[in-house]
């Protein structure tokens, strides 16, 4: 099963415009994850972000958690067309689960 | 090498066969997780070792997938009796530990006919 959800779907838009993707989750998580995928890949992790966090950056990419909301967005600035993927939101527990449990991602496309 | 290599990158077998699916983790990284993902969806959670013994085997369907991590290092995914279900991308990661980022194969995708 599933935790987490992702909004949009799908999102495409212009090179050089910023993109944002947005999680939400249902239970209580130690960290969030954002992961990326290219077409016939494997999973490539982005960024972490800690329960007691709010925001973080790494490069082009800024992250928010709130979770009050239960909630995280994903902010790609300056996109590329390398950028193109799908990026995918996944949550670690808090009750000693190690596992990490995946949203159903969001089908990003750059259009030169 | 220096990352997750699975084996093989494509297996198709015919229904009611039984496959072996590989995974050489990172060295050194004591976590190694399985996962499946169907087309246009996120990965699924299947098992999760720590060492040698499976320390979270909650998301293995049924009892016709079994997994293994004898040395605590190479994993292989075990499915008898296989059922057309069963496609998908079966994923394995590895990590250093609890609470680190985890680093993903290319996959290893599975079509049963």
């Known amino acids: 099963s599933q935790q987490g959800e992702e909004d949009p779907q799908a999102l495409s838009i212009q090179e050089g415009e910023n993109a944002t993707m947005n999680c939400s989750y249902k239970?209580?998580?130690?960290?969030l994850q954002w992961y990326r995928q290219n077409s016939g890949r494997g999973l490539v992790h982005l960024i972490l972000?800690?329960?007691?966090?709010r925001e973080k950056h790494s490069g082009r990419l800024r992250v928010t958690l709130d979770t009050s909301k239960k909630s995280s967005s994903l902010l790609i600035t300056a996109s590329r067309a390398a950028d193109t993927a799908s990026y995918f939101c996944?949550?670690?527990?808090?009750?000693?689960?190690?596992?990490?449990?995946f949203g159903q991602g969001t089908r990003l496309t750059i259009n030169p | 090498g220096a990352g997750v290599s699975q084996t093989p990158s494509n297996k198709v077998t015919e229904k009611g066969k039984y496959v072996e699916l590989r995974c050489d983790p990172i060295?050194?990284?004591?976590?190694l997780y399985w996962y499946r993902q169907s087309l246009g969806q996120g990965p699924e959670f299947l098992i999760y070792f720590q060492g040698t013994g499976a320390a979270d085997d909650s998301g293995l369907p049924n009892d016709r997938f079994f997994a293994v991590r004898p040395e605590g290092s190479v994993s292989t995914l075990k499915i008898q009796r296989t059922e057309r279900g069963d496609s998908a991308v079966y994923l394995c990661a590895s990590s250093l530990g609890t609470r680190s980022p985890l680093h993903f194969g290319n996959g290893t995708r599975l079509t049963v006919t």
């Open positions: 996944a949550t670690e527990g808090i009750q000693g689960a190690q596992k990490l449990v």
């Open positions: 239970t209580s998580i130690n960290n």
């Open positions: 060295s050194g990284h004591t976590a």
């Open positions: 972000i800690r329960s007691n966090e």
